[in-house]
């Protein structure tokens, strides 16, 4: 595998070009873990499923819709209100969990090394204090590796797996129960453990997973416990659901449920409509009122007072009394404010590109090695993050003055010192009396609480402690990012994004002369153009971090940082998430095309060759299709023959295809003749008249001249292929891509489920007598469908017969051949499709297009081979 060299070359899209190398197209290198020679990229892989957005408007279906009324719609609509209020309230539950814990671990761990410290700092055994602060370190984080061992999706922040969920991807466990339980005690030992990591971001996976399972009552880890519950058993419901638990995740941490929502609709969710909305928002406020009540009453004693609304609050920005010349930003900071954000967004694209480089090391060095190999570098990690914080805090740290504002200081931040269960919030290790340490200080304390400490402490810290700060945490916050433990990004990424914003106001105010700005925001809007710059998002995390700061006036100085650190940073790299996104080799499609896919058509990226099931089919036939294809759908066709009559003649299984082509083909005379015959059931005789006179005296010829006209294709008799048999390899062009009428699309999860539930009839029956499935019985295995390679064919007699048009999607979204990929791509992620037949202008189907076929690699490379043909 040759990469390029150089940081040029890894960190810029334009400029990863290190030498001349043959271009390959995306098929000839979909195989897992291959990557593009050229620019090291990771392509898409094509053993993801999609989601099932679409409903699948067969007759178990429609039998459903007959006996559904107003009363049935309404209480369907209430218990989907009261799952969406269940799932705001246990979002809020399992972050107070994790807050309680994460509290309670870390004021054991500093209670006692705090002690050691102030008694070894004069009797020198600081060695100690390090063993000590080691022992408790390396114990948690040893705990959070196992249990990513035993569930691996549940490391990192879930956010990029999340976002696929949300944009039509099905990753595989990332929504089971057992993923919650390791991610939500895995992330507490892993921000107990000291590592530079958050519990905001795995918050939105837990409840992400919480939307995904709660609905619907049942569990793999918990298959004893049965619930008769028959709503919501589709991947549409259970999608909508995701997009509220992780809108309640977001409430949740940032006490921010506007943002929540506005997060789900900005990061994944391509389908959208205003009935979602409000059960998104509903679900975001109840996640952070459950959290909020909860907290207040547990750590202030005043149950319903609401003061903690979410895991991380910012607490309230205001300027002293006593400074009258102080404001909380002027229209001259806004100069400033955009210069920030170019050097976050900088900062941004140098941590993304420094991290997709480890993550691509780890994949090639890391993962392939035993397990126990992940949990040693977690461990490896974890050594040297304490080392560097002690050492950092006693050799680095500056002894300052302690002032009497640094001590009272507003009282926001009175207040947030006092929920606080450390002995004080200001450290004064290796420092006299009336000093403290400021690398301490910002090193020994919860994350949360140092943040606070650079927005609101009016106390000094000096310049080089905030530089060695911020780099030590860039790259230590770098390292840590993608190591088998669960980890967010948020909070260290604010965190470091403060000491920058905190160390431009001290050079702004020290060197420049700059009296009038204020601290705070400065550090606010540091954190936000650094957070910025990582994660690329703009909408939602522009009102998060209004909310957070519980501040309308910092909305636009907030916003113009974000944009200008999102411009900066998409110049050289993508967000954080997508570059993970990609390494994984997930299909995530975009929210548009760029404006040259338009010189493309659907037929020029569509698949031609299909493997399809016809309406009457042999079970031997669809057992071998099933099992030598991975096709999650197959298109259901009949032939176009021009003696059709002798074969009718000849086979029953074949008779039966053609009638049921006969059939369901619709003409304008025939749909004529229809409404005919129904209007002259109308009680007046001068409409019996007008039918009769008109239309029922070319009945019998026409009919007959309509039917010859649409069956005789004018095309050549193909070989007399039996549709019992399987899509053969040794089939010539022109049997296997001979044209086919186009009935409707089955998926394979509904086949498995026929051929288990033994739903056929023989040859010498009628279809009539095959078994019906109600729609109940055809979702009851959702989400895990039977695999067909477990199916015991001893059971199954070959020779039967499965009428699979029941069952199947009569009418699918489809698309010309001629359509350009714009519409094509919009049609597909608008609707949340699976799988988009192309059919001709004579209902023939002559390709099928699905999410590989619309990924960017691959409409660049059609788009390649587009100009080589011009």
Known sequence: MAGCRGSLCCCCRWCCCCGERETRTPEELTILGETHEEEDEILPRKDYESLDYDRCINDPYLEVLETMDNKKGRRYEAVKWMMVFAIGVCTGLVGLFVDFFVRLFTQLKFGVVQTSVEECSQKGCLALSVLELLGFNLTFVFLASLLVLIEPVAAGSG????????????????????????????????????????????????????????????????????????YFRSDRDKRDFVSAGAAAGVAA???????????????????????????????????????????????????????????????????????????LWTAMDLGFFVVMGVIGGLLGATFNCLNKRLAKYRMRNVHPKPKLVRVLESLLVSLVTTVVVFVASMVLG???????????????????????????????????????????????????????????????????????????????????????????????????????????????????????????????????????????????????????????????????????????????????????????????????????????????IMEPNLTYVYPHTRIQSLVSILRTTVHHAFPVVTENRGNEKEFMKGNQLISNNIKFKKSSILTRAGEQRRRSQSMKSYPSSELRHVCDEHVAPEEPAEKEDLLQQMLERRYTPY????????????????????????????????????????????????????????????????????????????????????????????????????????????????????????????????????????????????????????
């Not at 606080?420 to 609480?449: G, H, R, W």
């Open 398 to 604: 500056e002894c300052r003055q302690m002032s009497s504002s640094s001590q009272i200081g507003n009282d926001s931040f009175q207040l947030q010192v006092a929920s606080e269960d450390v002995n004080s919030s200001i450290k004064t290790f290796f420092c006299p009396n009336d000093t403290y340490n400021d690398m301490a200080t910002l090193f020994f304390n919860p994350q949360e609480s140092a943040i606070l400490q650079l927005f609101h402490q009016d106390g000094t810290f000096s310049p080089i402690t905030l530089a060695l700060f911020f780099i030590l945490y860039f790259l230590l916050a770098c390292w840590t990012y993608g190591t088998s433990v669960p980890s967010g990004l948020f909070v260290p990424s604010l965190l470091c994004g403060a000491a920058f914003g905190r160390l431009v106001a001290n050079v702004l105010k020290s060197y420049i002369g700059l009296g009038h700005i204020y601290s705070g925001t400065f550090a606010l809007i540091g954190a936000a153009a650094f957070l910025g710059g990582i994660v690329r998002m703009t909408i939602s995390l522009t009102v998060i971090l209004i909310e957070s700061t519980n501040e309308i006036t910092y909305g636009l100085p907030i916003m113009i940082t974000l944009m200008v650190a999102k411009w900066t940073g998409d110049f050289f790299n993508k967000g954080i998430y997508d570059i993970h996104v990609g390494l994984r080799g997930v299909p995530l499609l975009e929210w548009e095309t760029e404006v040259e896919m338009d010189k493309l058509r659907a037929s020029d």
């Open 719 to 870: 070989p007399n292929l039996y549709p019992d048999q399987s899509p053969s390899e040794d089939w010539t062009m022109e049997e296997r891509f001979r044209p086919l009428t186009f009935h409707g699309l089955i998926l394979r999860s509904q086949l498995v489920t026929l051929l288990v539930r033994g739903v056929c009839y023989s040859e010498s029956q009628s279809s009539a007598n095959q078994p019906r499935l109600s729609y109940a019985e055809m979702a009851e295995d959702y989400p895990r469908y039977p695999d067909i390679h477990d199916l015991d064919l001893t059971l199954l007699n070959p020779r039967m017969i499965v009428d699979v048009t029941p069952y199947m999607n009569p009418s699918p979204f489809a698309v010309s051949p001629n359509t350009h990929v714009s519409q094509v791509f919009n049609l597909f992620r608008t609707m949340g499709l699976r799988h988009l037949p192309v059919v001709n202008a004579v209902g023939e189907i002559v390709g099928i297009i699905t999410r590989h076929n619309l990924t960017y690699e691959f409409l660049q490379a059609r788009l390649r081979q587009h100009y080589q043909t011009i």
């Open 159 to 230: 956010i990029p797996e999340i976002k696929c969920y949300l944009n039509g991807v099905k990753v595989p466990g990332i929504v089971r129960l057992r993923t919650l339980l390791c991610k939500a005690f895995g992330v507490l030992f892993s921000v107990a453990g000291g590592l530079f990591v958050g519990k905001e971001g795995p918050m939105i996976h837990s409840g992400a997973v919480v939307g995904a399972g709660l609905p619907q009552f049942q569990s793999v880890s918990l298959r004893k416990i049965q619930f008769n519950f028959p």
């Open 253 to 327: 941490a940032f006490g921010a449920p506007i943002g929540g929502t506005l997060f789900s609709l900005e990061e994944g969710s391509s389908f959208w409509n205003q009935g979602l909305t409000w059960k998104v928002l509903f679900c975001s406020m109840s996640a952070t009122f459950t959290l909020n009540f909860f907290r207040s009453g547990i750590q202030f004693g005043s149950w319903g007072s609401f003061q903690l609304p979410g895991l991380l609050n910012f607490g309230e920005f205001k300027c002293s009394d006593s400074d009258k010349k102080c404001h």
